[in-house]
T-cell receptor, first 112, second 115 residues
Framework: SQQGEEDPQALSIQEGENATMNCSYKTSINNLQWYRQNSGRGLVHLILIRSNEREKHSGRLRVTLDTSKKSSSLLITASRAADTASYFCATEAQGGSEKLVFGKGTKLTVNP | EADIYQTPRYLVIGTGKKITLECSQTMGHDKMYWYQQDPGMELHLIHYSYGVNSTEKGDLSSESTVSRIRTEHFPLTLESARPSHTSQYLC??????????????FGPGTRLLVL
């Protein structure tokens, strides 16, 4: 089944450093989305990249998509302690049911 | 913050009890979803609905049931709770978009502990 797999599973960095998380998936997609989840809370949508896009920016976030490798990366620049959270990629299958399939997430810790 | 609400936020209950987890959204979204998430793990879709009187089972088999009598309300019911049902339950909603660019809006979740 199609599933996003993030790596690393956990990442710990210092404030001000950049954080990069990767996501791989298995089948053709319409779009790929990144969500953030603070501990014990629901998910918050961060950014969506369509299958015909290669890169997208939103504030300190940069997302890339390589459909030939079926992978995406999320870069958070100049990280802050408040960025500490789990980050999930989610894919919507091409020609599919419009449901999202979530990966296992990367737990990011930004130390002050 | 999205206008989607879940109650209760935390629930501790004994085995065999019937429970209903509430989910409401005020955004007028047609599509609603229930996910189950164990700590530190991925989300698994257990139920979804594309509108009133429409409900479907998700990718993960679940003993729970759902109903969609009103657009804004999508409750999840467990007839007889068991310790294996202990998990976090997340409700989400989204708008219907023709071009397949849906963004899901999540509620804060309900943490369920069945003793």
């Amino acid at each position: 089944s199609q599933q996003g797999e993030e790596d690393p599973q956990a990442l710990s960095i210092q404030e001000g450093e950049n954080a990069t998380m990767n996501c791989s998936y298995k089948t053709s997609i319409n779009n790929l989305q990144w969500y953030r989840q603070n501990s014990g809370r629901g998910l918050v949508h961060l950014i969506l990249i369509r299958s015909n896009e290669r890169e997208k920016h939103s504030g300190r976030l940069r997302v890339t998509l390589d459909t030939s490798k079926k992978s995406s990366s999320l870069l958070i620049t100049a990280s802050r302690a408040a960025d500490t959270a789990s980050y999930f990629c989610a894919t919507e299958a091409q020609g599919g049911s419009e449901k999202l399939v979530f990966g296992k997430g990367t737990k990011l810790t930004v130390n002050p | 913050e999205a206008d989607i609400y879940q109650t209760p936020r935390y629930l501790v209950i004994g085995t065999g009890k019937k429970i209903t987890l509430e989910c409401s959204q005020t955004m007028g979204h047609d599509k609603m979803y229930w996910y189950q998430q164990d700590p530190g793990m991925e989300l698994h879709l257990i139920h979804y609905s594309y509108g009133v009187n429409s409900t479907e089972k998700g990718d993960l088999s679940s003993e729970s049931t759902v109903s969609r009598i009103r657009t804004e309300h999508f409750p999840l019911t467990l007839e007889s709770a068991r310790p294996s049902h202990t998990s976090q339950y997340l409700c989400a909603s989204s708008e219907w978009e023709r071009e397949g660019r849906e963004t899901q809006y999540f509620g804060p979740g309900t943490r369920l502990l069945v003793l």
